[in-house]
């Protein structure tokens, strides 16, 4: 298993409680397996104990058959008391399928490796399959057993050796069904060694099944099958390079965005994160159908980056912002996918889009105001610094008139009824904090 090497900060109870309350591994849980999982939970190392964190590790892979890391964690937890006598059992099960399924596969393994074979084999599947049968008597039943293997190695915690069996399997196998399982078991195998190139091939052949126009299969079933595949793929578009520019292109296509709103809407949050992270001019392309996505999507799911996206665009509720902005860093920080990139330049990025704002809805505003807006007491004023101008304790907001007409009208006609709603509040005392409370994670 490979170990997360990302050093954690060190949060206040307040951080904790925010980051306890928008974790969703909770939710991740059914659409990964136990091997991909357990990074996830490993991660959760700096808002949960040490023991709280070992145990939930335990409990997540004493099903498989990782015999030396049950144990290790066993110790850990229970120090001086025996392992339990099933257990015991389970051990030498293992070992004796292990040394079943070695013996079976080793010499089809040893012809599949030899030169002689390698340079009569041709990409014509059913010639390989009969070339095999013929000359060295290896058939449905022997092929059967390199799938076998490959599950029972990628169970033990062997990813590479795991990787190659399902490979070897695929290559001459015609039963769809478990090609299929042996992708998802290759995909698996190549994230947690973190070959991050070979993942995406795999996660490509997996989306030219899934997303095929004969795909056997039920709809249910097509859409769980796309749901997982989100999932993965988180693993591979925040490590690989421009890997977030292809999560935006995949998850705004009408299949995938329809599959996020029907199963899994807190994917929203790494949707949201890829549009801020990008460049400027994509992120303009794309935050109208982000605008929208979020706004479909409130009454089920809501988290901090959900919640920014409602108040810069929809309800202009800035008096949010400060809580909002803190509850978004302590995200960013120890979100499992989200913490592998640039928190700093993300967090940044996210201060642009409230300067933004608020300079479409103010003319001046104190400095006090702003640093509170966006979270911040050193008042960098970022990426729309131009447009500010800072006069003892009071910010000076110009305009930038640039875009369409019918931009600028749009934006103009935004601002006026965000002062209006303004003084009527203050006219009448109407409360305009009648939204809906962000739906508490875990």
């Not at 145990?55 to 144990?71: A, C, G, H, V």
């Not at 110790?75 to 015991?88: C, M, N, S, T, V």
């Amino acid at each position: 298993m490979t170990e997360q090497t990302t050093q954690q900060p060190k949060l206040t109870a307040e951080q904790i409680e925010i980051a306890q309350k928008y974790d969703l591994t909770p939710k991740f849980i059914q659409f990964l397996d136990r091997h991909l999982i357990y990074p996830l939970v490993e991660n959760l190392d700096s808002i949960y104990t040490s023991k709280e964190v070992e145990s939930m590790e335990y409990d997540l892979l004493k099903e498989t058959y990782m015999t030396k890391f049950i144990k290790e964690k066993f110790d850990h937890l229970y120090p001086g008391k025996e392992l339990p006598a099933e257990f015991i059992e389970k051990e030498k099960a293992i070992e004796q399928e292990f040394n079943e399924l070695d013996k079976a596969t080793s010499k089809t393994l040893e012809i599949l490796a030899s030169k002689d074979v390698q340079e009569s084999l041709k990409q014509d599947k059913t010639y390989n399959r009969e070339y095999l049968s013929k000359n060295h008597q290896i058939d449905d039943a022997k092929i059967l057993e390199l799938y076998k293997f490959g599950k029972f190695q990628y169970n033990r915690g062997d990813y590479v050796v795991a990787s190659d069996l399902l490979n070897n399997f695929r290559l001459l196998s015609v039963n769809q069904d478990l090609n299929l399982s042996a992708t998802w078991g290759k995909i698996s195998s190549e994230i947690i060694t973190e070959s991050w190139s070979d993942a995406l091939e795999e996660l490509n052949k997996l989306r030219e099944i899934i997303d095929n126009r004969h795909f056997k299969g039920t709809t249910l079933d097509q859409l769980n099958k796309r749901t997982w595949l989100i999932h993965f793929s988180l693993f591979i578009f925040f490590n690989s390079e421009n890997g977030l520019e292809s999560l935006v292109d995949l998850f705004f296509s009408s299949s995938y965005l329809s599959t996020i709103q029907a199963s899994c809407p807190w994917i929203l949050r790494y949707l949201i994160v890829a549009v801020i992270s990008s460049k400027p001019q994509l992120r303009q392309k794309r935050l109208r159908d982000l605008i929208r996505a979020v706004q479909i999507e409130d009454y089920e799911y809501q988290d901090p980056f959900t919640n920014l996206i409602q108040i810069l665009y929809v309800n202009y509720e800035l008096d949010r912002l400060p809580a909002v902005m803190k509850q978004v860093k302590v995200v960013s920080d120890v979100d499992f996918f989200i913490s592998h990139l640039n928190t700093a330049e993300l967090y940044k990025n996210a201060q642009g889009l409230v300067l933004e704002t608020v300079g479409k809805l103010y003319k001046v505003v104190s400095t006090e105001q702003l640093k509170e807006f966006i979270n911040d007491e050193s008042l960098e004023l970022t990426s729309t610094k131009e447009n500010f101008d800072v006069q003892g304790d009071k910010v000076l907001i110009s305009s930038a008139e640039s875009g369409s007409v019918y931009q600028q009208v749009y934006e103009k006609t935004k601002a006026f009824n965000f002062k209006t709603n303004q003084l009527l509040n203050n006219a009448f005392g109407i409360n305009s904090h009648n939204h809906k409370q962000p739906t508490q994670e875990a």
